[in-house]
């Protein structure tokens, strides 16, 4: 085995002790902790404001049209919401890949902020929500000294709000501070579309439309539909056909529903059409992909 560094080293020695599939969740709140000692198929999931900081090894992520690589040295920022497709694609029995997800607390990042003497502008125009950012030098220390928290449990409690705080102030200060900024900080363009995300993410069962979206963000409609596809890669009615397609996914595996109620429960009028686009998504048909998933999970379970 190639040697390994420090913060894939304290990773490797965590998920070495337990037991179940990762993802692992971790004594840290907001921390979780991803293994994979080969190569894995795409998965489709809602990814929520994180940072996911590679150890070892290398994912790629894919929102709407917009795929981002991502390796050691490397975190993969979220800041938004967003549906996504995901793979690791450099993993071995001797080189697992190794990641560290923790949770982006944006009330947090607001008080480090006020108490900046020059707090980094956000900008008058959103950009990205999701970004490959470099995590080196003190921010690298910073994921270390968060993950060797995991060997001290009882200095959890203490010592995670003041690494979280640290992480904010490198992150801000740093050379993407504008672009954390301006996902962060409150009365940002791209906040006020993050207002209304949140409000169709919450009835993405509904009939929404659009020209409700952006008087709730106080933008044109041309505005809102150009800064929203550019924060998610995706267009607002794109990114709820999506939820709505994951939701009914999980019905199907975790709840057992049939495609008829699983397509009604999420706010389709036609199981027809709920399978074509079902098809278009995930590549089989709702009662294949369902029977798919579950004799995965099984396996995995028992092997």
Known sequence: MHPINPLADVLLRFTQRQSGASPFMT??????????????????????????????????????????????????????????????????????????????????????????????????????????????GPLADCAWRMARLLETPQAIAVLRPLILREIGYWLLTGAQGADIARLTLMNSPSQRVIGAMHNLRARFRESVRVEELAEIAQMSLSAFHRQFKTLTSLTPLQYQKQLRLLEARRLMISCAANVETASFEVGYESASQFSREYVRMFGQSPKRDAMAMNQALQMERTG
């Open 27 to 136: 004594p840290i709140p907001g921390v979780a902790v991803m293994r994979s000692d080969q190569p894995k198929p795409p998965s489709h999931m809602i990814s929520k404001p994180a940072l996911c900081i590679v150890a070892q090894g290398a994912k790629w992520a894919t929102f709407g049209g917009n795929q981002l690589v991502y390796k050691a040295g490397q975190a993969l920022v979220i800041g938004v919401e967003a549906p996504s497709i995901g793979r690791v694609v450099e993993a071995s029995p001797g080189e697992p890949c190794l990641v560290m997800a923790i949770e982006l607390d944006f009330s947090v990042m607001r008080s480090v902020a006020d108490e900046l003497a020059t707090p980094p502008l956000p900008g008058d125009t959103s950009g990205a929500g999701i970004f490959v950012a470099d995590f080196d």
